[in-house]
């Protein structure tokens, strides 16, 4: 409606109102090698456009004589009261991309403005402190990339425990980096080249590691060292041993796997394939969503796809908690700033909410799997 009445008097959006013009715009807007590291995916990227075609498998029934003049979108997620279903992912090279390279604080001042919780990534261009000041009112979580080095990983989760995240997401499928050809033709990895590693060097134990007048390149050749900890089942209650705060497990796509986390005492598990960038030739997400549902009574969030509020409602209806986007809000830092991020977000809500109204679904309670129909079978 805000949008018709500011065409009334002649003003139309400048923002895209598609995801494709959207992808389009952003690619132009961002220098090459930024793009491809953001746009690119594993292998021949079948995975990562498969995680987007895969929403339209299902068709959502529409409801009649159900009145939903009222929506309540508002979800508990471990404990955590959000006013939608709708999360930002950890992108670790979101700091890139905005014109001033602070795009880590530009994705919290978003998450400010709308509501919309920002997972902050470790891979982060800015200290996760100064990331945490810009929440106001909503929620983060930090997401925590293990590091070999147990001293650090704890530190790590001490310092985002006393920055008031509200819980910590450990992402499992990326102890090693995929086979991503865009990057590989660009010879291009940003943490590499010394970006987004800030809140290492600004992190007593690694300060301690390196020196605290450490080069650039010792830095670097540090971070290398211990990023990627192969991490095993054995290794779970230590994760757990690490925080209080509710602990959710980011990459778990098997229901056996789900299961053997929940039993590990975790409180939520994070449905995702990293967006297609880590393994070609898999699952769509989407595809492993109910299973995972079946076999876990935790919240559940879900990502690796999700282009529109219709793609959102059908995880919803498929058992996700909650659902996050990547690039899609990525897309709109690096054309718009702020305002792009937060158009972004305003426009997945609208339509979300719109579809729930058309089609009779007053309540996230309403959408369940029997909202669907597969128009496959
Ligand atoms: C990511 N993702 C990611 N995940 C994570 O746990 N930590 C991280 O630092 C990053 N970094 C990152 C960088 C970039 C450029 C992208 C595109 C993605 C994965 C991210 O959290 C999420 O799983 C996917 O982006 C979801 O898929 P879509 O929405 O991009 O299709």
Not at 239 to 251: A, C, E, Q
Request: proline share 7%; charged share 20%.
């Amino acid at each position: 409606l805000e949008i018709y009445l500011n065409g009334l008097a002649g003003v139309v959006p400048s923002h895209p109102m598609t995801f494709a013009e959207l992808e389009r715009r952003a690619a132009d807007s961002l220098p090459p090698w930024i793009w491809s590291y953001v746009a690119g995916g594993a292998g021949d990227e079948h995975t990562q456009n498969a995680n987007a075609t895969a929403f339209r498998r299902w068709g959502l029934y529409p409801r009649m004589f159900v009145g939903a003049a009222e929506r309540d979108t508002g979800v508990d997620l471990c404990g955590v009261q959000l006013p939608s279903p709708l999360m930002m992912a950890p992108v670790g090279v979101v700091g890139l991309c905005s014109q001033d390279r602070h795009g880590d604080l530009a994705t919290a001042e978003a998450a400010a403005r709308t509501g919309v919780p920002m997972i902050a990534s470790t891979l982060s261009q800015d200290p996760m402190e100064e990331v945490a000041a810009r929440f106001g009112d909503t929620p983060g979580f930090f997401q925590l990339y293990t590091p070999t080095d147990r001293e650090l990983a704890a530190s790590l989760v001490r310092r985002a425990e006393a920055a008031g995240f509200k819980g910590i997401v450990i992402t499992l499928d990326t102890w090693v980096t995929g086979w991503r050809p865009r990057d590989l033709a660009t010879a291009n990895f940003p943490q590499l080249r010394g970006h987004c590693l800030a809140n290492y060097t600004c992190d007593p134990v690694f300060q301690e590691r390196v020196g605290k007048d450490a080069s650039p390149e010792a830095v670097v050749a540090h971070w290398a060292g211990i990023f990627g900890n192969p991490l095993t089942w054995d290794d779970l209650p230590w994760l757990r041993s690490l925080t209080d705060l509710p602990l959710i497990v980011k990459g778990v796509c098997h229901a056996d796997d789900a299961r053997r986390a929940a039993d590990g005492g975790v409180d939520g598990i994070y449905v995702s394939n990293h967006g297609g960038r880590q393994a070609n030739g898999g699952i769509p997400a989407l595809e492993c969503l109910p299973d995972v549902a079946a076999a876990t009574d935790l919240p559940i969030i879900f990502d690796s796809g999700v282009r529109s509020g219709s793609d959102a409602v059908k995880a919803l209806a498929l058992g996700a908690t909650t659902v996050a986007i990547g690039r899609p809000y990525v897309y709109g830092l690096a054309l718009g700033g702020v305002e792009g991020l937060v158009h972004v977000l305003r426009t997945m809500l609208a339509e979300a909410d719109l579809l729930m109204a058309v089609d009779g679904y007053p309540s996230l309670a309403d959408l369940t799997p029997a909202a669907l129909k597969d128009l496959r079978a």
